[in-house]
């Protein structure tokens, strides 16, 4: 379980998170939406610890989130898919992916790991070998959540996943998303501008607007709330 | 070249250079030969630091190579006194101090034609790239005697004798030096104060600052920097006129590498930012040989510690300095020069 | 002297610029620094196996492994302590800063071992090969030279491609934010790299000093960071591949400069081959294109 209490964090004077309270129960899919500039990737950065949180708690699992370090967070079941993808483009397709297991160390199961992710994505498996700037929008997507789903997380952090990508590749990740959390009860936090495709996978929804949470609850009750929508998601 | 400068500012740096010289010129009078040589030291050395400081403080290139100009401006002193070409282009033997201003001259537009070429160069880099060349320039330019087909013109190994003109009767010989160190020092720091206060000085420092809003504002980045080049090569070609002078030969030996980091760690520790401040680090680096040799003779150091001080103490200096100061470089540049005011468009 | 002679000699030398541009190119590619304490670091390295095998009565080899654990711990110090808190920083910090280094080694060099310029054995004999009645440029020495270049690049190139953690070191370099997600020690695998780098470093120091006069005393060292950086430049200051030719380039070049023009001003040829290739492909021959995307 994923608990935000009364996060704050600032960029400089800057509010970026204003008091955000957040719960994830495991198993599910939380959409987090709003404007740009409302605080969302603020909030995913805020939970690995890539900028911290000037006051609030951020736990997972009871574990004290705002007390751990960057490179430790993906030991505690937590992966991140960063706003921009970073595909670590100077490397090759398996070497990026080899790299999301490497925290673990056991070769066997990296190789286990690998296989199964070129399973559920065969189009890495056709360029395993390739330098990762060859790979297009989407294969560097597939690529991305396939690295993070190769250190197994039990929580996945998705910043803007279809950024940039065709809605048929966005219906895709959505629904590898969507199995992965009925197969492995995988908790996904997904951070989205496209609030009608992210509504339409998640479980539970959060409205955030300059930092501040403006609406939660099913994912169902806010796509029906047509006031919200117009102000809030564009749609 | 100047441009628009206020009248207040500029009587206010006249009076200064007025009072300033004839302080330093009374207070040669007072001084002994050792302290008047050490002096004469101190005021080349400005020379080159001043100049320093406007290239890497107020243009933002950092130098360290400026030990090649100080190199060639000694050189081209000591090749036009064994030529004699003073006196051949003024066409007169007559006073021979009109000769020693125009060795001098010699040596600041001779250094300031190589100060352009390398700007050129230099305009492009960038960083480390930028830093990396002038110090391929500080080792590679003052072994060229040693060039077999230029051994015998230049000197070699030995270097050349500076034969310099004898001061007006009466005057004593270090004394004399001191005052047209002194002299010299005093209208560099004149003239680059005038500078900094120009618009070519406000140019400086808008590509310093930011170079995209300066060109976008219609300055020629590259041509600024190279400015900045031809500006403090011509003064450290000065200097390195003043030393063959002062020290009476010159040979590759004299312009080691050590010279080049000595010029920058004083610029550094005098404030990135300011002339009073490249003063104050070229009598850092003049005097530190000396109190570090008092320092091991009082504490009975070998030789080889008391030689190789100096060097310790700054490079540890450089170092604490670039860790204890969290804005570093920054830092001194905006407390010293200044930035420029961006205007609100 | 027969041009096959020239490439010989230039091949033994540029073994050595390469080993120096390789090592500023590891530490250029992992924290973005040009490393210009190089010189003095490997120097100091240099400096402590002359002190076991010239006045310690060791064997060369006992040296050379202490001058590269002396490396690897010099390299680690200097990263963690000295460089950390400017790695973030305007380039400009970093500059002052290893320069500053560069000077204190110099100066605690010459306090300890003097300024003179002391000599140090090569590892074989220096006697050139004969093959029929012709004299070749090339020595058991330099054959020695050349082999263990190698051998370090092979070492290395296999370190970088083929282990995990040659694998975290690249992400760490290429993406720190990324790897550290990812959950590599970023900072551990900076070290390692400056590690890595001024062992390589230390090799070439042993190397020079044994094959070439006058490079043993504090400055001496001077001239080989500016080869090495030249050399770096010339093949890409971002690439390992491009050090390693840069390096055997400019030997072979110097080597036919100093038979046609002259001996003695090789730091001339180093500005002037600097220089031009600065001003025509200042990117290097063997860089990738300048931005990374993702």
Redesign the interface.
Known sequence: MLELTDVVTTYGAVHALDGVSISVPDGTILAVLGANGAGKTTLLRSINGLVRARSGSIRYDGRDLLRTKVEDVVSLGIAHVPEGRGVITELTVEENLRLGALWRGDRDECATNLAATYQMFPPLAERRNKAADTLSGGERQMLVVGRALMSRPKLLLLDEPSLGLAPRITAQIMATLRRLRDEQQLTVVLVEQNARSALSVADSAVVLNLGKVVAQGSAAELAADDKLRHAYLGF | MPGVLGRSTLLRHVLFAVIGGAALFLLTHELGEFRNSQLANIAYIACATAGLTVLTGLSGQVSIGHGAFMFIGAYTAALFLKHDLAERLLQHSGNANFGLIIVLLAAVLVCALVGGVVGVAAARLRGPYLAGITLALAIGIPVLPLWSKLEGPLGGHAGLPVNAPAPPTSVDYVRFQAWICCLSAVIVIFLLANLSRSRVGRAFRAVRDDEISASLAGLSVARVQVLAFVVSAACAGLSGGLFAIVAGSVGPASFPLSLSFYLLAAIVFGGLGSLAGAVYGAVLITLLPNWSTDIANSLSLSMRVQNNLPLVILGAALIVAMLVFPSGVQGLLRRGWGTVARRAT | MTPINLILNGIAFGSIYAAVALALVLI?RSTR??N?AQGGMLMVTTFIAYTLVQEHGQNYWVGLVVALLAGLVIGAVVERV?VR??EG?????????T??????????A???W??GVASYPPAFSTIFYRVGHQELLFSPNYLFVVVSVAVVVVLLYLLFQRT?IG??M??SA??P??????????GRMLTLGWALAAAVGALAGVLIAGTAPNYMN??GF??L??YG??AA?IGGLDSPIGAVVGGLLMGIAFAFLNNY????????????L??VV??VR?SGLFS?TAT???
């Open positions: 250029w620094i040009v210009f000295l808190p400017v920083a305007s380039p400009l910090n970093a500059v002052i800063l320069l500053g280094l560069l000077l204190l080694l110099q100066g605690g010459g306090m300890i003097g300024n995990s694998l975290r690249r992400a290429f993406s934010e990324v790897a550290r997600l990812l959950g590599v020690r970023v504090p400055n001077d001239a960071l500016i950086f030249t430049v023009v002259s001996v003695q001003i090789d730091t001339f040829y180093a500005l002037v600097l220089t600065l001003m200042p990738r990374r995307r993702v």
